[in-house]
């Protein structure tokens, strides 16, 4: 599978009582089908809300995030492409199954 094929998205929860301590923002890396599963399982699991949600993932030149990096984004799209190869090579170690980081 090329990287392209995989989703890598970083999600951050909350509970309605702003007063608890939120968890930690989250990591899943798998095909798009594992992450959403994954994501609903683990926000049933802990009993958290979804609060954001973002793609981690290479931005193609003249995009809007793109543009806003400016002179790094060139420098932040190779760390990124590079993290998300080492997550890729996890994946495989891990038998495909779904990385929850």
């Given at each position: 599978m090329e990287?392209?094929?995989?989703?890598?998205i970083i999600?951050s929860?909350?509970?309605?009582?702003?007063?608890?301590d939120?968890?930690p923002n989250?990591?899943?890396?798998?095909?798009?089908?594992q992450?959403s599963?994954?994501?609903?399982?683990?926000?049933n699991?802990i009993?958290?809300?979804?609060?954001e949600?973002?793609?981690?993932?290479?931005?193609?030149?003249?995009?809007?995030?793109?543009?806003?990096?400016?002179?790094e984004?060139?420098d932040?799209?190779?760390r990124?492409?590079?993290?998300?190869?080492?997550?890729?090579q996890?994946y495989?170690?891990?038998?495909?199954?779904t990385l929850?980081?």
């Open positions: 990287l392209m094929e995989y989703k890598c999600c929860f909350y509970r309605k009582n702003i007063y608890e939120e968890p989250v990591t899943f890396f798998g095909t798009e089908k992450v599963q994954a994501r609903t399982q683990y926000s699991d009993g958290y809300n979804v609060n949600t973002f793609d981690v993932k290479v931005e193609p030149k003249d995009s809007y995030w793109y543009n806003i990096y400016g002179d984004a060139e932040i799209n190779k990124t492409k590079e993290k998300l190869e080492k997550l890729k996890l495989i170690k891990n038998n495909k199954k929850i980081l």
